[in-house]
C-alpha cells in the first residue's frame, strides 16, 4: 500500500512509528496519557474514532472513559498496526465495543454526522495539509461533536545535563532537515506541530477550540521505558539531521545517549523535559461553509 509506506518507514531505518516503538513511546508517558483521556471528561456511551489508531494502544484509556455502552471505531492505513490492536484487543473486557477498520483519515469509514468524538494521537505530525484533513474529518461528526487533535512539540525538549549548544545545534538540525525534506518531496515530518494545531484547527472551521498542555518531566534514576523512549529519540535526531550536523557534534550527542561510561542518563542530576499538547475543537455544521473557505484561504496566504 503505497500511502502506508511513505509513512511507515523512514529513511534511516529507525522508524518512529513502529508498532515496537509506539509502544515504548505509550508505556514512558502512560501517566500523562491517561490524564489526557480523563481530562476530555468523554461521555458514557459515546460513539468515537479513534483516527491514526495504530496498535490501538489508545484503546483502553478511550474505552474505559465511554464505558460498557459506548463505541469505538479504530482507523489506519497500516495493516499492520490493525492485526496488533486486533490482537490487543483480543479477550479483553472492550472487545465487543471496539471494531478496526483500513482507511485513511480524509475518508473514515463512518457514516456522516455519526460521531460523537473524533479522536487522533500522533498523526498531525504526518500531515502535510492538516487544515484540510481536519475540515475534512469534520462532516464525520454529530453536531456539536468534537475533533480531539494530541500531538508532540520538539520546540519544548530539553535535557539537563547535555551542553545547551550542543542540544540547540541538534534540535535546529532536525528543523531544518524536517523543511529539507518537504523541498525534497520526502515524507512530510512535522515535529513541531503540537503548538501550532490550535490555529489549524480554527482555521478548518472548527469553534470553542481549546489547548491543554502536558509537561512531562523525568529525573534520574529513569523508569526503563523512558530511557528506551529518550534513546530513541537521541539516535533519530542525530541520524536524520546528520548531514546538517558536523561529525563531532553526532559523536558527543550519541555519547551523551549511549556510551557506556559518559552516559547522561546515569547522572544524579539529569533530567528531561518536553510539553505534549491536546487540542479540542467543536463541529458546527451549520456554521456558514463560506467563512471556513475564507479561513482555509487567509492560512495558505499566511
Ligand atoms: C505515530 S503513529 C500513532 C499511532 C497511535 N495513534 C498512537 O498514538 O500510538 C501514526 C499512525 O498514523 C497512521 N497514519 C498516518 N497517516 C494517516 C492517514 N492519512 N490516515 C490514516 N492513518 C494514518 C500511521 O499508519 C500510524 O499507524
Same mark, same amino acid.
Given at each position: ?10 529513511? &534511516?531505518? @529507525?522508524? @518512529? ?11 514512558? $508517558? ?7 483521556? &480523563? ?7 459515546? =460513539? ?8 490501538? @494502544? ?36 472492550? %472487545? $465487543?465495543?471496539?471494531?478496526?477498520? &483500513? ?30 484533513? *481536519? ?14 487533535? $494530541?500531538?508532540?512539540? =520538539? ?60 509537561? +512531562?518531566? %523525568?529525573?534520574?534514576? @529513569?523508569? $526503563? ?13 542525530? &541520524? ?9 557534534? +553526532?559523536? !558527543?550527542?550519541?555519547?551523551? *545517549?549511549?556510551?557506556?561510561?559518559? !552516559? ?5 542530576? =539529569? ?5 505534549? *499538547? ?5 463541529? !458546527? ?18
Amino acid at each position: 500500500m503505497a500511502t502506508n509506506n511513505s509513512v511507515y518507514t523512514n529513511e &534511516c531505518g @529507525l522508524p @518512529l512509528n513502529a508498532i515496537e516503538w509506539l509502544e515504548t513511546h505509550h508505556t514512558s $508517558k502512560a501517566v500523562e496519557r491517561r490524564q489526557m483521556i &480523563c481530562d476530555l471528561q468523554l461521555e458514557a456511551g459515546s =460513539f468515537v474514532v479513534d483516527a491514526g489508531c495504530g496498535p490501538g @494502544l489508545w484503546t483502553p484509556l478511550l474505552a474505559e472513559a465511554i464505558g460498557p455502552y459506548g463505541q469505538i471505531i479504530g482507523v489506519d492505513i497500516s495493516a499492520e498496526a490493525l492485526v496488533t490492536a486486533q490482537r490487543r484487543s483480543y479477550g479483553k473486557w472492550y %472487545r $465487543k465495543q471496539v471494531q478496526y477498520k &483500513c482507511a485513511a483519515l480524509e475518508e473514515l469509514p463512518v457514516e456522516a454526522g455519526s460521531a460523537d468524538v473524533v479522536f487522533s494521537a500522533n498523526v498531525s505530525q504526518y500531515l502535510p495539509e492538516p487544515v484540510e484533513t *481536519f475540515a475534512a474529518m469534520g462532516r464525520y461528526l454529530s453536531n456539536g461533536g468534537r475533533l480531539v487533535i $494530541k500531538d508532540i512539540d =520538539f520546540g519544548t525538549m530539553r535535557f539537563q545535563t547535555i551542553d545547551t549548544g550542543l542540544q540547540a545545534r541538534v534540535l535546529q538540525a532536525r528543523e531544518d532537515w524536517e523543511q529539507l525534506r518537504v523541498d525534497e518531496g520526502l515524507t512530510f515530518e512535522d515535529s513541531w506541530v503540537g503548538s501550532k494545531l490550535a490555529g489549524y484547527l480554527r482555521a478548518a472551521g472548527y469553534e470553542d477550540v481549546q489547548e491543554k498542555s502536558y509537561r +512531562i518531566v %523525568r529525573k534520574y534514576p @529513569l523508569p $526503563k521505558a523512558f530511557r528506551c523512549y529518550l534513546q530513541g529519540i537521541a539516535e533519530w535526531f542525530v &541520524c536524520e539531521g546528520a548531514p546538517l550536523l558536523t561529525g563531532e557534534d +553526532i559523536t !558527543n550527542w550519541l555519547r551523551c *545517549f549511549l556510551d557506556e561510561s559518559h !552516559n547522561v542518563l546515569d547522572q544524579e542530576s =539529569f533530567s528531561s523535559e518536553e510539553t505534549e *499538547f491536546i487540542v479540542t475543537g467543536v463541529w !458546527n455544521k451549520h456554521a456558514p461553509t463560506t467563512m471556513r473557505f475564507f479561513d482555509l484561504h487567509a492560512v495558505a496566504q499566511a
